[in-house]
Structures are given as C-alpha cells and as structure tokens.
C-alpha cells in the first residue's frame, strides 16, 4: 500500500512538471495578459498597442518625480512606472526610462537654468506646503517627463485634471490620462508619416504672432502651413483646415474651396467671432457690436448649425482690470468680474474633454444646431446654469461691472459654444446651376468627415509681453497670471477630427476612487488593528492544527 501510494505521487509530480512545461511553450508562443480589475487599469487600448509596436529604436524617457514625495504623488509616480512597464511589453523593451529629482541639481544659477528649461518643455512646476513639527516647508514638484528619440524631444505634464475637484481627485484625474499624454507625445516623436494642416490667411484671421503657441505646438506633431485659398486652386493634399478669427468676408470662390473639401473628407476647425468687439473699443463710452458678415452663414446652415449674432453672460466669469477710483494722483486698477469673459467648465462626456479645467472665453457666442438626421452633432462645451445672451443693437460697457449681477436674471443654462459634427456633409452648391455651370465637377456628397466650431475666435490665440516678445500660451492671462485649458481644447479637437485609429478615446479610462472613511478609521482605529493582527495567526494556527490532525488520520493505518 505504501508503494502504491510512492507511485501516486510520483505520477501526480510528473504530471504537474508537464503541465507546467507544457504552460511555458503555449505562453512563448502565443502572448495574453490578464486584468482582473473591474475598470480595467492595467490594460492599454488597441491604438496605443498599434503605435508601440511602430516603435523601431529606443524612446528615452526622463520623469522628474524622485525623492521625498507625497503619498499622492508617489502613487501617481506608481501609476508613471506601470504605465511604461505595460508599454515595454507591447514595444518590444524599446522604452527606456527613469525617474529623476530635478532638486538634486546644484543649487543657483545650475538649477534656475535647468527648472526654466523645463518650463519651456511646458512641464509647470507646482509647489507643495508641508508643515513638519511646527516649520513651513515648501518643495517645488515638476510632474512631468522629457520624451526624447533619434535626436528629438518634446515635454509632457503628467499632472492634469480640473481644479475645481479635490486634489484627490485631481491626481487621479491625472492617473486616468496617462495612457494617452504618453503614448501621443512618443507618437509625436516616432511617427514619420505626418498629417498636413492648412491655417487659412487672406481673410483678416488673427495675426501669426497671436497664434505662435499654436502653431508651435501643431509643429510637434503635424506638418503645419499657412494657405491663401485665393492662391491655390484647392486644398487638396491637406488633412484638416483651421479657420482662426476672420474679420473679412470670404468670396464665393473661396467658400466652395472650403466646401468641397469638406464634403470629400476633409476635416475643419473653425473659431468663429460673429460680431465685432473687443475689450479696446470698451475704454470710452462702450460699444454696440457690430456682425462681421463673413458671407459663412448659408455654409455652417447647410452642414447642420448656426453661430449666432449674440453674446453670452455668465455669472461664472474671468476678470478684467479696472480703474476704480484714484487715491490722489494715482489710480487705483482693481480686478473685477467681467461676464462677458464667461469661464466655460460645462463640457460632455467626450474624449475631447474628459478631465479638462476650465476654458476662458472672451465675447463668445450662442451655437443652434439645424436638424440633419444624417449628421452626428454633439455639444462639447457649454456655459453655466447662470448664463444668458444678448442680441441686437446693444451696448456693452464697463458701467455694467458696477451692477450686482442677480442670478434670477440668468435665465439662460448651459449655452452651446463649441459643437462637434460627424458624418457624410452635402454640398452647398452642388444642384444649383450657377454654381455647377461655373464650377463644373461639383461633388455633391463625398467621404465621412468631421466639423469642430468653437463660437470664440480668441480660444486659441495666445498673449505676449510687449516688452519682452515672450509668447505665453493658449489659454493664459496676465492678469490673472492663471493658465486654463483653452490649450488642451484646441489641441484635442484637431487630434480628434485627424484621429482615423481612435486614439485621442483613451481619454475616455476611468479609474474610480475607492477612498477610505476616515471618520470611522480613527473611531474603530483599535478594532482594526486588533483584527488585523490577531485574526491572521489565529488562522494559522487552526491551519497547523487541521493539517497535524489530518496526517495522523491518514497514517494511522500503517503503523
């Protein structure tokens, strides 16, 4: 019987040796993985698979979150190395990292030099306060990496989310956006295969050096040029247009330019300003803003919305300078609330927007959408619950800063001010005889294309200092000396419309928070522990004392 029972357990070992060996050649052979979190964390998307497994020499990746950190930080530092560790897999160990201490520089002119250059990478430090055994302290955090390839590099900050959320759940918001802030900038470097983009000129748009920030970004990953539609006879050749503030009306000529390209597949991004006023024209007396007339109403009417000819208030707004009084010779410049600034954080459960602060507008505009079952629009950002609009001949002034606003008067909620439509668009030209006699070979409806409008010309222009010629990017205001999100909108409109593989829908992972209750912690704090401790050795002792009772059993009969 003992024999019998030898020769059991001997087969059951070759057994297990087998399968074991057999396990390891299917898993050399064919490659899986397996997540068994609910909201799935540790897995990356289809598209980002695509694009590591393009990558043909070694991406080096700096990330400057080392040394003494915060539990928050150290879990998005976590979060950074599982990211990569998870890319490595799919790009064949071409991903080489590491994490630096940007503090561990020599303190002076060394480190000043080295902090500024990673602000110009667009890597924005945040200074953290601690307060241990009764002394401040404060330590400068740079949350971000520096990406480099075959010569190139390009900044990305890994610390992003809205600052309207707890800082709990801002990190997590950031955790949640890794995949894709990582993954688009190693795209940006690695791909050889750039997409085109046409920024139209020729018809009062903003001038380049209000759209230096853009058109230094886009360079990063696209192949950016400037066109006049009147100097060309198409645009074909190019993946996308953007339309930045025209004041000029466009001719019929160039409107079917824009609409044939279109309609063939063509991708455009217009940042429309319908009257004309700005925060100059106020100093005096006021201003009553005037319609620029563009001659592009029967087109956007045609596609399926309409810009109106209005202006949107928002109890939820940015703030201007504004003289106050004077105390002797002196005036006194105080920042007030202007609601024509409307700060935008109403946004839909889209891509383009998941996780985005606020956006800062200026004399921005109501969108309608025109009903076309054909074409897919959805309303990507919208003003508050407080908001309303004003048209026709009215004056605006800065008098209106001094009246209280009452929010009952606010009848307006949640505004349109940027749309996106996707779909098949049908020509607004073709079927008319006029127009198909002077230009023969109108396409009437083409290739599935994408249209993002944003009702706010000034989204994407940046300010400058007059003294220095220093550009400050999308989005930011001296005045306030805040930088909002205007730069993430525009950027993740143009990569989504030129998106063929789906990746900007990254965007879209959610890591729930799971947080503890504190309260009960500290009031049961004992309990736990207790139970924590006590319960773990009392199982392994019943353990030792089921397995001791179990053997005597079974090798009583061979004695």
């Known amino acids: 019987m003992v024999k019998s029972t030898k020769s059991k357990d001997l087969l059951n070992y070759f057994i297990l040796i087998a399968v074991v060996i057999l396990v390891n050649i299917i898993s050399s052979k064919e490659f899986f993985r397996i997540d068994l979190t609910e909201e799935k964390r540790y897995s990356i998307s289809e598209a980002s698979k695509k694009e590591l497994g393009k990558i043909k020499e070694d991406v080096f990746i700096e990330i400057y979150l080392e040394g003494d950190l915060p539990a928050g930080f150290k879990r998005l530092q976590t979060s950074i190395k599982e990211q990569l560790d998870e890319f490595n897999v799919y790009a064949n160990n071409k991903i080489v990292y590491r994490f630096l201490d940007p503090s561990t520089k020599p303190e002076g002119k060394v480190r000043t030099e080295f902090y500024y250059s990673l602000v110009q990478k667009g890597i924005q430090p945040t200074n953290l306060y601690d307060e241990k055994d009764g002394k401040k302290t404060e330590k400068l955090l740079f949350p971000g ?246 048209g026709g001949m009215r004056q605006v002034s800065f008098n209106e800063i001094r009246i209280e606003p009452k929010p009952d008067q606010f009848k307006n909620s949640f505004l349109i001010s940027a749309l996106l439509l996707e779909g098949r668009f049908t020509s607004a030209f073709a079927g008319l005889p006029f127009y198909e006699e002077k230009y023969p070979g109108i396409i009437k409806q083409g290739n599935l294309s994408k249209i993002f409008i944003c009702s706010d010309g000034d989204v994407l222009s940046n300010s400058f200092n007059v003294q220095t010629g220093q550009v400050y990017p999308m989005g930011y205001d001296p005045f306030m000396r805040r930088k909002f999100a205007n730069k993430d909108l525009v950027m993740n409109a143009i990569n989504y419309v030129l998106d063929e593989e789906g990746l900007l829908n990254v965007r879209l992972k959610e890591i729930k928070l799971r947080p503890l209750d504190k309260y009960r912690i500290e009031a049961q704090k004992k309990t736990i522990q207790t139970r924590n401790i006590v319960i773990p050795v009392v199982v392994i002792i019943l353990l030792g004392i089921l397995k001791a009772f179990w053997r005597k059993r079974k090798y009583a009969n061979f004695k």
């Open 145 to 390: 990496a520096v990406v480099r390839h075959k010569g190139k590099e390009a900044g990305v900050l890994l610390l992003k989310g809205s600052q309207t959320e707890s800082p709990e759940e801002g990190l997590n918001q950031s955790i949640e956006g890794l995949e894709y802030e990582l993954i688009n900038t190693i795209r940006s470097l690695t791909n050889t295969n750039r997409k085109k983009i046409a920024y139209l000129r020729g018809n009062g748009q903003l001038d380049s050096l209000y759209i230096a920030d853009l058109v230094g970004t886009l360079n990063q990953f696209y192949e950016v040029r400037p066109v006049n539609l009147n100097k060309i006879p198409n645009l074909a050749g190019y993946d996308a247009i953007i339309m930045a503030k025209p004041t000029i009306t466009f001719t019929e000529d160039e409107k079917v330019k824009i609409d044939q390209f279109i309609v063939t597949g063509g991708k455009a991004l217009f940042f429309i300003d319908p009257l004309n006023i700005s925060i100059d024209s106020l100093r005096s007396v006021g201003a009553i803003p005037l319609p620029y007339n563009l001659g592009l109403d029967e087109l956007f009417f045609n596609y399926g919305f309409r810009v109106n000819n209005d202006l949107i208030q928002d109890i939820q707004s940015g703030y201007v300078p504004v003289n106050v009084g004077m105390m002797g010779n002196q005036p006194q410049i105080k920042l007030l609330p202007w609601r024509y600034y409307p700060l935008m954080n109403n946004f839909a459960k889209h891509p383009i927007v998941k996780n985005m602060d606020a956006v800062y507008t200026k004399f921005v505009s109501s969108i309608d959408t025109i009903y076309n079952p054909k074409i897919k629009k959805t309303p990507i950002m919208m003003s508050s619950k407080y908001s309303q609009k004003f």
